[in-house]
T-cell receptor, first 114, second 113 residues
């Protein structure tokens, strides 16, 4: 069975500081990995994905994520946080073959203080 | 504008009264899916559809039905809602299943009393 762990319910960071939101996964075979963001009273929005190739993936709004196969991790990062980055972040995984659906983590709330 | 729409956005109903939540996308996507979001559990897939007339169960299908008669529409049907189906529901679509990102609707908050 595939699974995603987001070990932190909430991450607090000061504006201008770097941020990291952690994600580890378990899947049979090679993974497709995604990050989504949810703002209050909105649906999820796609941020970035890892399919294959370069382990460092760049996405929307200055976010990036690093795929680490040996540690089965896909942590989301940003060099300089903005107050407007405050939201709920979800990591998701599915295998690169078959009909298995996306499995989402439980989410991490990012709070950026001014 | 490319989008996924859901209706209604908010619904309060009573146990056993059949209801339908509509979902429509204007991007000609093949893949559509329904999720429910519950605190601390993330999103869990209810049903999905690979294309017209092709639907299959997700991780939590009990108590739900779907249909895909047209490519753009994927309604979620609760034949006899129960209080444990109180949740936030999202419809999503993607070009195809697999490596493609999903586009999510704005959500439907359902309360069953």
């Amino acid at each position: 069975a595939q699974s995603v762990a987001q070990p932190e319910d909430q991450v607090n960071v000061a504006e201008g500081n770097p941020l990291t939101v952690k994600c580890t996964y378990s899947v049979s075979g090679n993974p497709y990995l995604f990050w989504y963001v949810q703002y209050p009273n909105r649906g999820l929005q796609f941020l970035l994905k890892y399919i294959t190739g370069d382990n460092l993936v760049k996405g929307s709004y200055g976010f990036e994520a690093e795929f680490n196969k040996s540690q089965t991790s896909f942590h989301l990062k940003k060099p300089s946080a903005l107050v407007s980055d405050s939201a709920l972040y979800f990591c998701a995984v599915r295998p690169d073959t078959g009909r298995r659906a996306l499995t989402f983590g439980s989410g991490t709330r990012l709070q950026v203080q001014p | 504008e490319a989008q996924v729409t859901q209706n209604p956005r908010y619904l309060i109903t009573v146990t056993g009264k059949k209801l339908t939540v509509t979902c429509s996308q204007n991007m000609n996507h093949e893949y559509m899916s329904w999720y429910r979001q519950d605190p601390g559990l993330g999103l869990r897939q209810i049903y999905y559809s690979m294309n017209v007339e092709v639907t299959d169960k997700g991780d939590v299908p009990e108590g739900y039905k779907v249909s895909r008669k047209e490519k753009r529409n994927f309604p979620l049907i609760l034949e006899s809602p129960s209080p444990n189906q109180t949740s936030l529901y999202f419809c999503a679509s993607s070009y195809r299943h697999g490596a493609y990102e999903q586009y999510f609707g704005p959500g439907t908050r359902l309360t069953v009393t």
